[in-house]
């Protein structure tokens, strides 16, 4: 008879030859296609199809096995009393008791046993059937799938926690798909109030929202480039693809902004707005699925890049949002963000509005706005911002390299 203590080893030994690791997949595409398919309605905050896409995502992250970090598993639920009116801000609960709509945060966590981590974000909710921040102005109710917004961002962070699962182990890596950024960074400010981890030993947060859409110039924006002295030198030392749109703030509408404001580095990619952004026309058939992998592979250089810098500076930055005048008019149409030329290139017109009315068309460039000179973004905002409705103005713009003006009722 043999040595029972032999069929143990033999057991072991037979145990670890069976648990091979996770082999790296490219799955962008799918994880995509099914967070925008209408299956999951828009995944509206609270609503039957985030509760769907939270959790394939957790599922996603358990099969790359990566461990759960939420309070609940992979979960990290908070509630909210959604606005009474347009003008009211909205007040979520810093418990987990319930207070009328509960959102979840879905969290990740690979454990290097480092004493420092990187967070990689992006908010998986979207506009559910188009309530408040919709863009559509049909009278049909239809689903918003948020392909780009923000299907794209959390394909990334489902990728890219497959790229890292045994790589750059000098850090630990937090993966968040927050939920609540439409109705106001909701999900990302009640985690830097109620982290999972220790929120000092955060090292850096990367958050990823609208990339998706790549343009043929390969243009990317990032931001929060100010808020670490290392940060430009290594975005640049790593890309031989992008022309990079440079912005030094750690402020902005997404939710790498409550991570700056908790003093920690940020930065955060967008590929720009486009004609679909929160209409139902955002789906997956639109998205530049090439120019993913490009920013995936770019993102994970600079994490690479990175891992051996230990613990990075931190860099207040001036909150350029502050200094952004209010308006009392609009001309309709969306700028284009990653423009970086002299004046103000549009890139959609709004159906009934004075530009569409005046006759602007995708691509004119502005260049004086009445008496005021447009060279960039700010000085354009900030010609409209003198403006007041009924205004007649001479509107002078750029097509095919030609000057030519319009009048423009306001």
Same mark, same amino acid.
């Given at each position: 008879?043999?040595?029972?203590?032999?069929?143990?080893?033999?057991?072991?030994?037979?145990?670890?030859?069976?648990?091979?690791?996770?082999?790296?997949?490219?799955?962008?595409?799918?994880?995509?296609?099914?967070?925008?398919?209408?299956?999951?309605?828009?995944?509206?905050?609270?609503?039957?199809?985030?509760?769907?896409?939270?959790?394939?995502?957790?599922?996603?992250?358990?099969?790359?096995?990566?461990?759960?970090?939420?309070?609940?598993?992979?979960?990290?639920?908070?509630?909210?009393?959604?606005?009474?009116?347009?003008?009211?801000?909205?007040?979520?609960?810093?418990?987990?008791?319930?207070?009328?709509?509960?959102?979840?945060?879905?969290?990740?966590?690979?454990?290097?046993?480092?004493?420092?981590?990187?967070?990689?974000?992006?908010?998986?909710?979207?506009?559910?059937?188009?309530?408040?921040?919709?863009?559509?102005?049909?009278?049909?109710?239809?689903?918003?799938?948020?392909?780009?917004?923000?299907?794209?961002?959390?394909?990334?962070?489902?990728?890219?926690?497959?790229?890292?699962?045994?790589?750059?182990?000098?850090? =630990? $890596?937090? #993966?968040?798909?927050? @939920?609540?950024?439409?109705?106001?960074?909701?999900?990302?400010?009640?985690?830097? %109030? *109620?982290?999972?981890?220790?929120?000092?030993?955060?090292?850096?947060?990367?958050?990823?929202?609208?990339?998706?859409?790549?343009?043929?110039?390969?243009?990317?924006?990032?931001?929060?480039?100010?808020?670490?002295?290392?940060?430009?030198?290594?975005?640049?030392?790593?890309?031989?693809?992008?022309?990079?749109?440079?912005?030094?703030?750690?402020?902005?509408?997404?939710?790498?902004?409550?991570?700056?404001?908790?003093?920690?580095?940020?930065?955060?990619?967008?590929?720009?707005?486009?004609?679909?952004?929160?209409?139902?026309?955002?789906?997956?058939?639109?998205?530049?699925?090439?120019?993913?992998?490009?920013?995936? =592979? $770019?993102? #994970?250089?600079?994490? @690479?890049?990175?891992?051996?810098?230990?613990?990075?500076?931190?860099?207040?930055? %001036? *909150?350029?949002?502050?200094?952004?005048?209010?308006?009392?008019?609009?001309?309709?149409?969306?700028?284009?963000?990653?423009?970086?030329?002299?004046?103000?290139?549009?890139?959609?017109?709004?159906?009934?509005?004075?530009?569409?009315?005046?006759?602007?068309?995708?691509?004119?460039?502005?260049?004086?706005?009445?008496?005021?000179?447009?060279?960039?973004?700010?000085?354009?905002?900030?010609?409209?911002?003198?403006?007041?409705?009924?205004?007649?103005?001479?509107?002078?713009?750029?097509?095919?390299?030609?000057?030519?003006?319009?009048?423009?009722?306001?």
């Amino acid at each position: 008879m043999r040595n029972p203590l032999t069929y143990i080893i033999f057991f072991l030994i037979f145990s670890i030859s069976c648990t091979s690791p996770v082999v790296y997949t490219n799955q962008i595409k799918e994880d995509l296609t099914f967070l925008s398919s209408d299956d999951l309605e828009g995944r509206a905050t609270g609503s039957e199809g985030e509760r769907k896409a939270a959790s394939y995502i957790s599922k996603r992250f358990k099969d790359l096995n990566v461990e759960a970090k939420g309070a609940i598993d992979y979960l990290h639920p908070f509630s909210f009393k959604p606005k009474s009116h347009p003008h009211e801000e909205i007040k979520f609960n810093d418990s987990l008791k319930s207070n009328g709509i509960t959102g979840n945060n879905v969290i990740g966590f690979i454990n290097n046993n480092s004493l420092n981590t990187v967070v990689i974000g992006a908010h998986y909710d979207h506009l559910g059937f188009g309530d408040q921040g919709s863009l559509y102005r049909g009278n049909e109710i239809k689903i918003h799938n948020g392909a780009d917004d923000n299907a794209s961002g959390v394909s990334l962070v489902l990728d890219l926690a497959a790229k890292l699962i045994d790589e750059n182990k000098n850090n =630990n $890596y937090l #993966f968040i798909a927050f @939920s609540g950024e439409e109705m106001g960074l909701l999900g990302s400010n009640f985690f830097v %109030k *109620n982290p999972t981890i220790d929120i000092s030993s955060i090292n850096y947060m990367i958050n990823m929202d609208m990339v998706g859409r790549l343009n043929d110039e390969k243009s990317l924006a990032i931001y929060g480039l100010g808020t670490s002295p290392i940060f430009k030198q290594t975005i640049k030392s790593n890309n031989d693809v992008f022309k990079i749109i440079e912005n030094e703030s750690g402020i902005g509408p997404s939710d790498h902004t409550s991570f700056y404001l908790q003093d920690i580095p940020v930065l955060h990619f967008f590929t720009g707005q486009h004609e679909n952004y929160h209409k139902p026309s955002d789906d997956s058939d639109l998205i530049n699925y090439e120019g993913l992998d490009l920013i995936s =592979n $770019y993102i #994970f250089s600079i994490i @690479s890049d990175l891992d051996d810098n230990g613990k990075l500076q931190f860099r207040k930055t %001036k *909150n350029e949002s502050q200094e952004s005048p209010r308006f009392k008019v609009s001309l309709g149409v969306i700028p284009d963000y990653l423009y970086d030329g002299k004046g103000m290139r549009i890139d959609g017109v709004s159906s009934g509005r004075p530009a569409e009315i005046a006759g602007f068309i995708k691509g004119d460039v502005i260049t004086k706005l009445g008496e005021a000179k447009i060279d960039d973004m700010m000085s354009y905002m900030k010609a409209l911002s003198k403006l007041k409705s009924g205004d007649l103005v001479k509107v002078e713009y750029k097509r095919d390299n030609k000057i030519s003006s319009k009048n423009v009722t306001f």
